[in-house]
Every structure is written in C-alpha cells, then in structure tokens.
C-alpha cells in the first residue's frame, strides 16, 4: 500500500491529554516519578449510555500511587474537566472514567477523515518493524481446497492490516517439498505420464492421489521426456518426476490464489534447508547443542493419548521443558533423517537471521498441539529477541442453502478454492471468511453470499459504499459541479458546515467514523483482521438506517433541495463514510463499487 499522509486519530488525542493529566499528577507527587504509563487505555465504553470514551488510568496506576483507585480517579477527572473537548468526566464502580465529548469535537473528527482522505486509519504503531508473516503453505500436492482458502484470506489481510499500521511486513509461503508426501505425489504422477504415453493404467491404488489434475503433469512429463523415464528404476526417475509435479503444482497453487488476488514475496522451500552448500538443520542443531538445548537421552512413555512422534529409544532431543513445554521433542527418527520439528526449527532461524524479530504464522485447525514447541523452539534459537505468533484457523463447512457440498469430480475428495471463487466471486469469498473469528468454525453457503440482502454482510457492506456514490451522482441537481473525482470532491467538501450535523443519528455515524483509526490499531496488535470486518458491517448499518429514517422524516435527508448548505454538510458525512468503507475494505481485500449490479 503506497504511504498517505497520517493524523493522531480521536482516541490517541484524549490518551495523550491523559497522558498529560498523569505528568502534572506526577509534578504534584500525587503519582510517583517513572510510574509506567504503558497500561493506560483510552476506549469505547461497553455500555454506549456510559459516555463517548473510557479510560482505566486509575485502575492501573492506583498500586504505584499507593492509592485506592477511586480516590485517584478523583484527581484524574478534575484535571480531565477541564480539557477543552471534554463535556462531562464521570466514575463508575471502583475507578474507571467514562468521557463524554463535546459535540463539535464529532465535527471536527469528520473534518479529520476529510483532510486525511485515503490515509484515514494508517498508522505509526508499527515503527516500521519488520514482520514476516507465513500464511497459506499448503503442501505442493494438488490445488488448494476451501480450508486452505480461509488461511490464505486470513494471512493476506492481516498482511495488509499490518501495513495499514505502520509495519514493514514480508508475506512468505514455505513450500513443504521434502516430506513423504511429495514422493507420493511424483508416483501418482508418473502413473498419470505412463497413461499420457497410452498405457491404460486403471484405477488409482490406494494411497496415491486420484485427482484430474495429474493428467497435465503426466502429459508435460510425456512431451518432455518421452517413454524414456519408464526405461529408469524409480531411483533415477523419481527426483526428475517429483521436481517437475512440484513445479506444475505450486504454478497451480500460485494461479488459485491469484484468483483472490493475492501473492507473496518470498517462496522458501523446505528442501533448500538441506540442499546446496550448507545443511541449515544440522548447523541449527549444533547451534542448539552448543547452547546445551540439544542431548541424548530417553523419551519417558507419553500419557494417556499416544503420541505421534514417540520412540522409545536413546535420541537426539531438543531440550523443550527448559522453554515452557510439556516434554522434550525428538530432533532425527530411528533412520536418521530429520523430523518435521528440527526443520521447522531451523526454518524459523533463517527468518530471524534474515532480520525477522516478529514473525506470525497461519496455521490449520490440526496444528494447534504443535504451537507451544514451537513457540519454545523460537525462544531458544532467539535467546528470547524473537516472537511467534501462530493463528489457527478452523475448519470451513461448506455449505448450498444449508446443506453440505458434494466433492469436486476435479480434485477427487475436497472442493476447490478455485471452484468457490468461480461461483460466487473473489469479494464473497474474502469478505465472508473474515466475518468471523479465525479459531472458530466458519459455515459457508454458496447461496447466502450472493443474496442482494442485509442478511449477507459482503452485500450489505459494499452498497454501502454503493449508495453513498448513488448519493453524490443525485446531488449534482443541487450542486452540478460536484465533481466525481474522489480527491476533488473531498476538496470541493472541507469547507461545509459540518457543525449543523446535530441529530443523534448523524453523530451517532460520526463517532463511528472517529472510531476506524482505533479499530485498524487495536486489530493490528492482535492480529485479528476480523475486527475491520465487523467494524465496516456496523458503518454500513448506521449509515443505511440513517438514510432510511430520511425516507420517512424529510428533513434528515441528505439532499434538501432548498438547503444547499445542510446537503453539503450532509455529504461531506457521506464522503466520510465511503472514504472509511473503501479503506477497511481494502485492508480486507475487497472491492469497494461505485454501483451495485
């Protein structure tokens, strides 16, 4: 996303004018000097009849002070009653203070989204830090299916939210090719180039991939090659069959995710780490045991369930328990190859290496028992500079009118990403897998997400955006020379009168919009795109109910024919939202329309 220009939003102001209330307590010995202020909040209250804004300033600074956070609130609320923008300053319970603001600061804020135009919501947070974020990752053994489809969404949104917020950010697909599963692709796939030379090969054995989508490898392999690969015993013609099905697989993979629009800068494949001229999984072991986190020893018996990677023999084990895990984890099996765990481990040194201090990783559903080796893994590799955050993201059902999806023909035993997209558009898809939270399990229905209907949140969302223009196109029967240019019009609009936007409805829409800067920040820091989703659903429904109460009280409709300077007012409050609503939706990435079709 190209730089924009950036403003202190609404809520980072009152944190700061708290900020300046503690240091004058601190002046006065009421706070002690160095007293931390990091903890200190400014937020929505939950109960909107509590006032504009929250802050718990008291609650967390009582201890340090020595005081009963009551008695501090006190002193923190004179102060604050007599900031300029702030109307009432009251405590509730035991020491938090509820803000009500004046209502010209409401005009003011949608001045702010004006002058801020397309950088409304960026941010500084970030400093720029670099973050690496791995998301998608899918094996190379076929096209991408609709679980994977919710990770790839997810990792590029958070992505894009990351950058919003002032993040260098590096988005890294790890090409798992050099597991047991990419051998078991190349003979699937030698079967399908048999085939290609005329051999009928009948039907697909067990424990090979019986999908259509071999048929092209196969014939690639067979225009290449000729019959001369079936001459070689498997030993020769295995790594010449895996390197090509690999090479067609991840061009697959890369032309599904381009069909949602989105890519990646770095493609690291696994097997590099052990191939060329350095072993960066023995050098990553050594590293380790030099640091005494790597020995030989026995596993004791695991309890209760079995698990996967147990043996009991003497090994070489990764001292786990010394970093917060439950029990030490084998680095090389019986035959002495590596495990998935010592690669995993060395991998994640590359990215730290690389300058990668922050790094988040999107994970499927069945990975969540393998998070907390691999946080301590990070920890021990890192003497504890560098941080993983891994997000899982759960399974989808996919649905038609509530019934479940029958398997795609193409792919043999899942639906497609690709099948998904055709059907129902790259919009649908993005926006609804993020209408939920990532570790819950997310119900998809073909036929919900096209319906023209508040009920189908992508829709709802995107006319909003949709009507704001309809908007703009009939005022031009009061002011014709409206232009249609987004950065003209805003122009054309700064000098309203926005302060005759008095009724609750219209302010209501205004703290709405003060409050994107601080959803796209809070979002950021916990890595949660879904919050940008659920934000711009809230948007949209003020501003659709404010438009229909006009419907019915004409003189809250945003064009007065008689009124130029109310309408222009008025429009100037429609820029705002559809400014907000283009911005959130391209973090999410999601088109934004000027007409709905």
């Known amino acids: 996303m190209p730089d924009q220009t950036i403003t ?12 300046a209330v503690c240091a004058a307590l ?13 903890r200190i909040v400014v937020e929505p209250p939950k109960d909107a009849s509590h006032g504009d804004m929250a802050t718990n300033v008291a609650m967390v600074l009582a201890k340090d002070a020595k005081a009963k956070p009551r008695d501090l609130a006190e002193k923190v609320a004179e102060k604050l009653r007599t900031e300029q923008q702030i109307d ?31 950088g409304y919501g960026r941010s500084r947070i970030g400093g720029a830090e670099k973050v690496n974020v791995e998301y998608v990752s899918a094996n190379p053994t ?59 090969i009948g039907t697909i054995p067990e424990g090979l991939y019986p999908g259509d989508y071999l048929v092209p490898v196969g014939a690639a392999l067979a225009a290449e090659h000729g019959a001369a690969l079936k001459e070689l015993p498997e030993s020769q013609w295995l790594p010449t069959v895996r390197a090509k099905s690999i090479a067609m697989m991840m061009e697959m993979i890369q032309g599904d995710l381009a069909a949602l629009a989105i890519t990646h800068e770095v493609f690291f494949s696994e097997r590099s780490l052990i191939e060329g001229d350095r072993n960066r999984v023995a050098d990553t072991i050594d590293f380790l045991r030099a640091k005494g986190d790597v020995y030989q020893g026995r596993l004791p018996p695991p309890k209760g369930a079995p698990v996967e990677d147990y043996e009991d023999r003497e090994q070489t ?5 010394a970093y917060g895990d439950d ?16 690669s995993d481990i060395a991998y994640h040194k590359v990215k730290f290496d690389s300058g990668f201090a922050n790094m988040v990783d999107v994970w499927g559903a069945d990975h969540g028992g393998y998070i907390k080796r691999m946080q301590a893994a990070i920890t021990a590799v890192t003497g504890g500079k560098g941080a993983l955050d891994v997000k899982i993201v759960q399974l989808v059902r996919l649905l038609r009118n509530g019934e479940p999806v029958k398997m795609s023909k193409r792919s043999g035993d899942f639906v497609t990403l690709r099948e998904v997209v055709d059907e129902v558009g790259s919009d649908a898809v993005r926006f609804m897998m993020l209408f939920r939270k990532n570790d819950a399990v997310l119900d998809f ?10 009920d189908n949140p992508v829709f709802y969302v995107q006319y909003g955006h949709a009507r704001g223009h309809s908007i703009f196109r009939n005022a031009r029967e009061v002011f014709p020379d409206l232009p249609e240019a987004a950065e003209a019009r805003i122009a054309f609009l700064k000098d309203a009168t926005v302060e005759r936007l008095t009724d609750p409805a219209e302010l209501d829409l205004l703290r709405r919009l003060a409050l994107f800067p601080r959803i796209v920040e809070a979002a950021a820091l916990a890595h949660e795109p879904h919050r940008v989703a659920f934000y711009l659903y809230d948007l949209a429904s003020e501003f659709h109910a404010l438009w229909t109460r006009g419907r019915d009280l004409p003189h809250l409709r945003f064009i007065i024919n008689n009124d130029a300077e109310i309408t222009k007012a008025r429009l100037a409050m429609v820029q705002g939202v559809v400014s907000v609503l283009a911005s959130g939706l391209a973090i999410l990435g999601v088109t934004a329309p000027d007409e709905m079709r």
């Open 8 to 19: 202190t939003h609404l809520f980072a102001h009152v944190l700061a004018r708290v900020h």
């Open 26 to 38: 601190i002046e006065e010995g009421v706070l002690p000097a160095g007293i931390d202020l990091a």
């Open 88 to 118: 009432t300053v009251a405590i509730a319970g035991p020491g938090f203070i509820n803000l009500t603001l004046k209502p010209a600061v409401w005009a003011q804020a949608l001045r702010a989204v004006l002058d801020a135009g397309d």
């Open 142 to 200: 076929g096209p991408m299916h609709v679980g994977h489809c919710r990770g790839a969404v997810f990792g590029d949104a958070l992505a894009n939210l990351l950058e919003t917020a002032g993040y260098d950010v590096t988005r890294e697909y790890y090409i798992n090719d050099a597991g047991a599963q990419v051998d078991v692709l190349a003979r699937s796939a030698f079967l399908r180039y048999r085939e290609a030379l005329g051999e009928d």
């Open 317 to 321: 084990l990764f001292r786990a328990t």
């Open 327 to 342: 029990v030490d984890r084998p680095l090389l099996k019986s035959d002495g190859s590596y495990t998935y765990f010592a």
């Open 445 to 454: 229905d073909l036929a919900k997400v096209i319906e023209q209907s508040k």
